[in-house]
């Protein structure tokens, strides 16, 4: 081999191993392509030599996907694949970190038009239980990342995708770089950027291997400023934020040297708070009489640094000593020569960050870790709601948990209901370790083994159900027992629940379960000669009615020609009715159907509607809405918890809404609250998703037929759901585009069209909820004789001729809204109740116009203001925009 070959070879051996050392020297990163397959691929990226692995270990749901390879060639290897996740409100990244220190949080995110769609998608992020960011992608080849400064608490941190509105969240890449904890010091909460910039010439981001801790870096330019620059090395160690020489080097100074110059920027949300950091290095070689001397002023002459002389080749760094705001949002910091100074200001670097308060503390730990091991131990992973942290927030809690949740303290884990889940195996200790655990329901799994003793140390536990285990040993140990003689806990083998018993022998299921049987068989009987007898009398009803109830109607003219309800899953008797409402003893509202009460349902709060026979909605209405709602299942719309079809009394028993109607919280009838613009785009966009899904996710496909205020229901937190679904009928599904019908509706929601003509098609709801979407902006009375323009819609549209939208926008508001989301409402608004029925959208683009209007309002609330460009980040100049003054 010739020495020239041996010299090469040596050269590769060398340079092989100088890569591998530089890509270790990542110390701390944790770098994840999300998506890349093959699950165990590494490699190193090109451009900034780090090294990438996939995220298949970090995370259990999702599907891979690949931007289109037309755009791959804009973007770095990282942002090539991605993982979408069409399934579930919130999945969540798992990712080990170092408890109590300072992480660099990034997601980055590339459309690419991965699935086809060209559907551009919008989403939040969380960390742990908090929103952190929304993600609203701009463009099929645009580059979305965001940022967040974070403090973890604990070893394990989540990063969480959350749905919010039809499209699905993905995500290119998910990056951890860890600070040092002396940077970045705040006196509450995390920090989003909102810039991080460098005077430069050169349009290239500074990243990793420049900046040993990945922070981006982007350069800035503009007419109103000049650069200076060095070769020469920069002192950086005295600094904590380890700016990068490339960055440090150059510096900004005024074109105009002998004019102030102001570096100006605006949040959108005038409340937000935020951090400022500048850093200082001489870069000139000054002369003997040179002095560069200058004073920093902002929002009008406020002090924040004076008689600041940049020291020759050595940092400087300077950081609001407190978080800052500005009434208006707008920041102008003015650099000022001194009487001193011979040379112009300079700046080499400026970093601005936004708080974000990150309030909801996360479930306490251990329960948090026994929670994790169970959905191991019995691979729950099929279990869609099971990601993130399992108690909070409340929208997103684990299904099948119910949660305290203390004042000021975290939340507790206080019932487990894994019923028909699948479970095999013992049952497993970690169970134990939910301490304030009251319920505990396994039945209906295929779980062997003992029934463990550590349940008698459970000292909250009042009920376990473990009935529906065949292979399950039910032999009851002696400390369990004891706690069952003392009536604190409660033990239901195969149905049947454990009494009490005198003394401590292990064989006392045998004997209870002998005698439960003979007492159920003897009542089997009793009940059968029961019925035989009453069957002979005439029937009667003898049970109490609710106090509106107006005189009965015989059975036989309610219902003769009406055939019983499909399913019988959820009836309940009459009798329970009386017991669940307490005899009807707290109404919650009344209507032409009758009256609601409220009541309780194993420990529920449930809303129960019963029919007045004097109701217009007679059996045929109400046979409708319960066999639409057994079938029927959205977020958006109230769920059936059961139904009464007892002789004359029929009820419909609903999930409890605490915040009543929206109508009610529009009038200020619930306690004068008004709702947010925020809140009102919400729930006009859930409200909106439901009825869309009765459109399009039906089969057959229903049309509501009375979308109206009073039945848009509100959770706790104004979560919207659509009610009252008895005048719904299903409309054809291919050939005719409508069904013709008697006219039903509320009048001022009714559609012209179709009470004009009878046909009944899907643009009739949509119809009734432009009309709501009107009510939403301007807190008006649909009819109100006393307008110029009685009907909201012709007011609307005559308001609308002076050009002035705040004319119409609720005065309870304040001015505090999106004029932008505002006009977009009310131009849908307006599409939607148009006369002609063909003019008019279909719900699926109501919901993704309403999803851009509350996506206009967050960012406005929180002043998001991410980067977009296909190869760079992009400081748009309405957001951060220096200058000369």
């Given at each position: 081999m010739k020495f020239l070959d041996w010299f090469l070879l040596l050269f590769i051996f060398a340079f092989t191993i100088l890569r591998s050392v530089e890509a270790q020297n990542q110390a701390g990163f944790i770098s994840l392509d999300c998506g890349l397959v093959p699950e165990n691929t590494t490699y190193v990226e090109n451009t900034i030599?780090?090294?990438?692995?996939?995220?298949?270990?970090?995370?259990?749901?999702?599907?891979?996907?690949?931007?289109?390879?037309?755009?791959?060639?804009?973007?770095?290897?990282?942002l090539w694949s991605l993982r979408s996740f069409p399934d579930g409100q919130r999945n969540c990244y798992n990712v080990n970190v170092t408890a109590n220190?300072?992480?660099?949080?990034?997601?980055?995110?590339?459309?690419?038009?991965?699935?086809?769609?060209?559907?551009?998608?919008?989403?939040?992020?969380?960390?742990?239980?908090?929103?952190?960011?929304?993600?609203?992608?701009?463009?099929?080849?645009?580059?979305?990342?965001?940022?967040?400064?974070?403090v973890v608490t604990q070893e394990r941190l989540q990063v969480c995708l959350v749905k919010t509105g039809p499209t699905t969240p993905f995500i290119s890449s998910l990056e951890l770089r860890p600070l040092p904890n002396q940077s970045y010091v705040t006196?509450?909460?995390?920090?989003?950027?909102?810039?991080?910039?460098?005077f430069s010439t050169s349009s290239s981001v500074i990243r990793y291997e420049e900046d040993p801790n990945d922070q981006v870096w982007s350069p800035f330019l503009n007419t109103y400023t000049k650069t200076i620059s060095t070769d020469n090395h920069v002192d950086t160690s005295l600094s904590f934020y380890e700016v990068p020489q490339a960055v440090i080097r150059t510096a900004g100074v005024p074109a105009n040297a002998s004019e102030p110059w102001s570096i100006w920027w605006t949040l959108d949300e005038t409340t937000q708070l935020s951090y400022v950091y500048m850093h200082f290095a001489e870069v000139q070689t000054l002369k003997a009489n040179d002095i560069r001397e200058f004073n920093i002023t902002y929002n009008g002459g406020i002090r924040?640094?004076?008689?600041?002389?940049?020291?020759?080749?050595?940092?400087?760094?300077?950081?609001?000593?407190r978080a800052m705001s500005s009434p208006d949002g707008k920041f102008n910091f003015t650099f000022t020569m001194t009487g001193n100074s011979t040379l112009p200001p300079l700046l080499n670097a400026l970093e601005i960050y936004t708080v974000v308060d990150l309030l909801q503390l996360e479930t306490v730990k251990d329960e948090v870790s026994a929670m994790r091991n169970i959905k191991k131990t019995y691979g729950l992973n099929k279990k869609v709601s099971w990601q993130g942290d399992p108690c909070v927030p409340q929208l997103y809690r684990w299904e099948g948990l119910n949660c305290s949740y203390p004042d000021s303290e975290p939340s507790r884990i206080i019932s487990l209901n894994l019923n028909g889940s699948e479970l095999n195996g013992t049952i497993t200790s970690d169970i134990s370790k939910l301490t304030q655990l009251i319920e505990l329901d396994l039945s209906k799994n295929d779980l062997s083994g003992d029934i463990p003793a550590f349940f008698a140390d459970m000292k909250l536990l009042k009920l376990i159900n473990v009935s529906g285990n065949p292979k399950l040993n039910l032999t009851v140990p002696g400390s369990l027992q004891e706690r069952i003689n003392s009536k604190s806990l409660t033990l239901v083998l195969d149905g049947t629940t454990i009494p009490t018993v005198k003394g401590k022998s292990s064989k006392s299921p045998v004997v209870a379960i002998a005698a439960s049987v003979a007492g159920v068989f003897a009542l089997i009987i009793i009940v059968a000669i029961f019925f035989v007898v009453r069957k002979k009398k005439p029937e009667r009803n003898t049970d109490p009615g609710p106090p509106s109830a107006s005189p009965g109607i015989a059975k036989s003219e309610t219902r003769s020609s009406n055939p019983s309800i499909i399913s019988k899953d959820r009836r309940i008797t009459y009798s329970e009715v009386l017991k669940m409402t307490n005899n009807f003893q707290r109404v919650l509202g009344k209507g032409g159907f009758g009256t609601v009460y409220h009541g309780n349902l194993d420990d529920a709060e449930v809303a129960v509607k019963?029919?007045?026979?004097?109701?217009?909605?007679?059996?045929?209405?109400?046979?409708?809405?319960?066999?639409?709602?057994?079938?029927?299942?959205?977020?958006?719309l109230v769920g059936l918890v059961g139904y009464c079809d007892d002789g004359d009394n029929l009820a419909l028993i609903y999930e409890y809404m605490a915040n009543g109607d929206l109508r009610e919280n529009m009038s200020g009838k619930r306690g004068g609250n008004v709702l947010t613009w925020e809140n009102r785009m919400q729930i006009a966009v859930e409200s909106a998703q439901g009825l869309e899904y009765l459109h399009n996710g039906c089969r057959p496909p229903m049309v509501h037929r009375d979308v109206k205020t009073t039945n848009i229901l509100l959770t706790e937190r104004y979560g919207a759901k659509l009610a009252d679904f008895g005048l719904s009928r299903s409309f054809p599904i291919d050939g005719e585009c409508h069904v013709s019908t008697v006219v039903a509706g509320t009048p001022g929601y009714l559609d012209p069209e179709y009470y004009r003509t009878n046909w009944l098609s899907e643009k009739s709801d949509v119809y009734s909820f432009g009309v709501v979407l009107l009510e939403i902006v301007t807190n008006q009375p649909v009819i109100d004789k006393t307008r110029?323009?009685?009907?909201?819609?012709?007011?609307?549209?005559?308001?609308?001729?002076?050009?002035?939208?705040?004319?119409?926008?609720?005065?309870?508001l304040m001015g505090d809204y999106d004029t932008?989301?505002?006009?977009?409402?009310?131009?849908?608004?307006?599409?939607?109740?148009?006369?002609?029925?063909?003019?008019?959208?279909?719900?699926a683009h109501v919901v993704m116009e309403l999803n851009e209007c509350v996506a206009l309002e967050i960012a406005r609330r929180q002043g998001s203001q991410e980067m977009y460009s296909n190869n760079s980040l992009d400081y748009s100049l309405s957001e951060f925009a220096p200058g000369a003054r």
């Open positions: 030599n780090i090294t990438y692995k996939s995220d298949a270990d970090y995370i259990d749901s999702g599907s891979v996907g690949k931007i289109k390879d037309a755009y791959k060639t804009q973007f770095q290897q990282q220190s300072k992480y660099l949080i990034r997601g980055s995110f590339v459309y690419g038009n991965y699935d086809g769609l060209n559907q551009l998608p919008s989403f939040d992020l969380h960390i742990g239980p908090n929103k952190w960011s929304s993600v609203t992608i701009k463009g099929v080849a645009n580059f979305s990342m965001t940022e967040i400064i974070h006196e509450t909460g995390s920090l989003t950027r909102f810039a991080r910039v460098f924040w640094y004076a008689w600041l002389r940049p020291e020759s080749l050595k940092i400087s760094s300077f950081a609001s000593r019963m029919l007045s026979h004097s109701s217009a909605q007679g059996y045929k209405e109400f046979k409708a809405e319960v066999e639409l709602l057994l079938r029927v299942h959205h977020r958006h110029e323009r009685p009907h909201i819609n012709e007011w609307v549209g005559f308001m609308l001729t002076k050009g002035d939208i705040r004319s119409i926008i609720d005065p309870k932008n989301g505002a006009w977009k409402i009310v131009e849908l608004a307006m599409a939607c109740v148009n006369p002609s029925s063909n003019q008019r959208p279909k719900m």
